[in-house]
């Protein structure tokens, strides 16, 4: 019998396919540009916060002063973690990817909640805002732990971006590198309708809780496609080490069909707008950190790239000075794509929320080209391989 085929076209990547109308965030690819809410990205990274900034892409409008008081007060209420997360994290493997404790930690938050689904959409905020407060509090405890140490405790009033800095390592953060991370946090808050967030927008389109969305994106941002980027660029400035090895490991790279990681976007085909913000406080950081040498390399890199590449499309992205900015930070490297989980978890409740608001299941199709109506043979005469 004949397979069935409909004349379809198949979009494979789901590349420029759209699944709603969004007021979140607006990206320019061509002229470097993008928006949170209709605010540019330097305008945010220059004024805002990263608390403001996850007001604005969840709510829609800028906060109020006590508007933003009551927000940052939800999250400094829900930065602590109970005892039993901080045993099940005891009893992780030391050597567990960050991300994948991470994914475990959210899910296992779902579990002790005694009410984790809920069709309000305010109290659907609600519990991502309580997952996106216990993000910094869990990372940092992992990673104390598998260092022999002790977690500790949020002091409860501090930002974000403080907050991760001081669980890090029990010392108050200096305010620069407070600042630094902060606008790191605002830079990778959203980003429109990326494998993550689409994950978490077909999870809640089926109405559940939000623990499974944010648990969804956890999952794909995992993959090294999305997330991961900025590690892969780092290791690549620390393995050449010197900015006079820079032209030869790029040409190198190119003559061996290599990605130079940090470079290219689906979406940008010039300057990804927070590279060009990032790079800027990369360099001041690298100056206060006496760290000259690195993000020498990672320049001499990029401006070797970007002449040999001089007339494609292929531009730095964000992830060529974020994995520098974190190193900088002193922050371990694979903490940086939980770091941007810290951040995303705002972008994924507000597309997430956007969605619900005018729900349809997302179901889309698959056309078959496999065979039909075969007869069902006996075990003993089947062939063990896969039909011609
Ligand atoms: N270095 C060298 N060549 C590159 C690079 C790069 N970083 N990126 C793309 N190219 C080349 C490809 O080899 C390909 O060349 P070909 O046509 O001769 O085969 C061409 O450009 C097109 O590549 P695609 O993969 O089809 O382009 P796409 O737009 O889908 O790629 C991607 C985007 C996946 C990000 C790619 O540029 C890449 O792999 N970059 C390196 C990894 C990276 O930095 N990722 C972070 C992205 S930012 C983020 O996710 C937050």
């Known amino acids: 019998m004949s397979t069935i085929r409909e004349p379809v076209v198949i979009h494979k990547g789901l590349d420029n396919v759209y699944v709603k109308e969004s007021k979140i965030c607006y990206i320019d690819g061509e002229a470097s540009k993008l928006f949170y809410r209709g605010y540019s990205i330097e305008e945010l990274a220059s004024h805002s916060t990263f ?4 007001y604005l892409l969840i709510y829609g409008w800028l906060p109020t002063e006590s508007q933003l008081d009551q927000f940052t007060r939800k999250l400094e209420s829900n930065r602590a973690v109970e005892p039993r997360l901080l045993e099940l ?19 296992a938050l779902g579990v002790y909640d005694p009410q984790p689904a809920t069709d309000d959409l305010d109290a659907r905020i609600d519990k991502a805002l309580a997952i996106l407060a216990k993000v910094p509090t869990i990372i940092t405890a992992f990673q104390r732990l598998r260092t022999g140490s002790d977690p500790i405790p949020p002091t409860g009033h501090m930002t974000q971006a403080g907050e991760f800095l001081y669980m890090l390592t029990g010392h108050e953060p200096k305010p620069h590198d407070v600042h630094v991370m902060d606008v790191a946090l605002i830079l990778h808050a959203e980003h429109e309708m990326n494998a993550s967030t689409f994950a978490c927008t077909v999870t809640a389109s089926t109405l559940a809780d939000m623990y499974s969305v944010i648990t969804s994106g956890i999952g ?8 991961g980027a900025n590690e892969a660029a780092l290791r690549t ?7 006079s090895n820079a032209e030869s490991y790029v040409v190198d790279a190119l003559a061996h069909k290599k990605r130079i ?10 300057w ?9 406080l990369g360099e001041e950081l690298a100056v206060k950190k006496e760290q000259t040498k690195l993000f020498d390399t990672a320049l001499a890199i990029e401006t070797s790239a970007r002449r040999h590449l001089e007339g494609t499309p292929i531009f730095p992205n964000v992830d060529s000075y974020s994995g520098i900015v974190f190193h900088m930070l002193g922050i371990e490297t694979d903490l940086f794509t939980p770091i941007f989980v810290m951040s995303r978890i705002s972008g994924w409740t507000a597309h997430t929320i956007e969605y619900l608001e005018a729900n349809r299941l ?27």
Request: glycine residues 10%.
């Open 272 to 280: 990804d707008p927070r590279y060009l913000i990032l790079k800027k």
């Open 51 to 54: 608390e403001e900034a996850s």
């Open 89 to 107: 994290l005891r009893k992780l493997p030391p050597k567990s990817d960050p991300m994948d404790v991470l994914r475990t930690a959210v899910s």
């Open 261 to 270: 990681m940090g470079f290219g976007h689906r979406v940008y085909k010039t």
């Open 237 to 243: 400035v620390l393995d050449v080490g010197d900015p």
């Open 362 to 388: 997302i179901r889309p199709k698959a056309l078959y080209v496999g065979k039909i109506g075969l007869p069902y043979p006996p075990i003993e005469s089947r062939s063990g391989k896969p039909q011609e």
């Open 220 to 227: 794909t941002l995992r993959g090294p496609l999305h997330g």
